[in-house]
């Protein structure tokens, strides 16, 4: 995936998924003409994504985490989150689904999201997603806890 989260602040991010509510989702083989949510995150974050073929395993799904991870983004809760992070979400043999987190003044958060079928939308992160979330990611500067600073003692 060719992004540079670091680079771009979570109010930038949220105004590019915005600006993609309606587009339309798009599965195929071609980079250029394919438009799913990894494509929708790609694309709020300056870069392009990789078409994946649907099933991934494991490893794969491995793989993309740590992808969001190395560009720059860092883990945080939901109860962290603000508008413009990334919600990460395991959907089983289907793979990874990702959103921008979008709104959280409401009695639930909301995420802007491409579907399978649908085209670029905002919806309410309710049960049904949370209870597939599997990582939420920032590009904010997170601050340093006493329990990274053990960890860095201890490497050193």
Known sequence: MSIQPARITRQTALEAAR????????????AETSFN???LIARCFGGKALTFAPGWGPRERSIALN?????????????????????????????????????????????ISCQHGRAVSESWVGKFWTDKLVGVFTTAPRASTANDNALTNEAA
């Open 67 to 111: 992808t969001f991870l190395g560009r720059g983004m860092a883990p945080i809760t939901l109860a962290q989150a603000k508008p413009g992070d990334v919600l990460v979400f395991n959907m089983g043999r289907d793979g990874f689904h990702a959103a921008i987190l979008s709104d959280v003044s409401g009695p639930e958060p909301k995420m």
């Open 37 to 39: 949510g990894w494509t």
């Open 19 to 30: 600006a993609l509510i309606g587009t339309t989702y798009a599965s195929t083989q071609d």
